[in-house]
């Protein structure tokens, strides 16, 4: 029996690009109404260390949580970034600071902190928040 060699795509990809796609899967759960993981997700930005995302939360319990949502979202960010070496590790800080934002205006600011080029794509379409 010949096994046929499956090569997935691994493109690179910046901690930027990361990011947004993190904050639109947070989003599609926040939209579906499951607002504590989409809470989880957005506690505070998740960080690059090659192909590995470092999530802080801030226990346990949350972290427990976070596992079960853990291979959905690994499907996500791995089809939108095209790389199948994508891992996240998780980290329990205790001192973390909920950073959520709640208003329309306020995830609007927190996309031209991660991409500041959405703001010039505003104004070029004179598009309302």
């Known amino acids: 029996m010949v096994k046929e060699e499956v090569h997935l795509p691994n493109e690179p990809f910046t901690e930027t690009q990361m990011q947004e796609q993190w904050l639109k899967y ?3 759960l926040e939209d579906k109404g499951q607002k504590i993981m989409s809470s989880l997700l957005t506690l505070n930005d998740p960080k690059l ?15 427990i949580d976070f596992e079960r949502e853990q291979p959905s ?7 939108k970034l095209h790389n199948h070496e994508i891992q996240i590790r998780i980290e329990i800080n205790e001192s ?6 709640f208003t329309s205006q306020d995830k609007y600011n927190r996309f031209v902190e991660l991409n500041p080029n959405i703001e010039l794509l505003r104004k070029l379409f004179d598009l309302d928040i």
Do not use: C, F, W
Request: charged share 30%; net charge positive.
């Open 26 to 28: 947070a989003q599609r």
């Open 49 to 63: 260390d090659g192909t590995t995302i470092v999530h802080e939360l801030p226990n346990e319990s949350s972290k």
């Open 73 to 79: 979202l690994l499907g996500y960010l791995r089809g």
């Open 96 to 101: 973390i600071e909920m950073k959520k934002a």
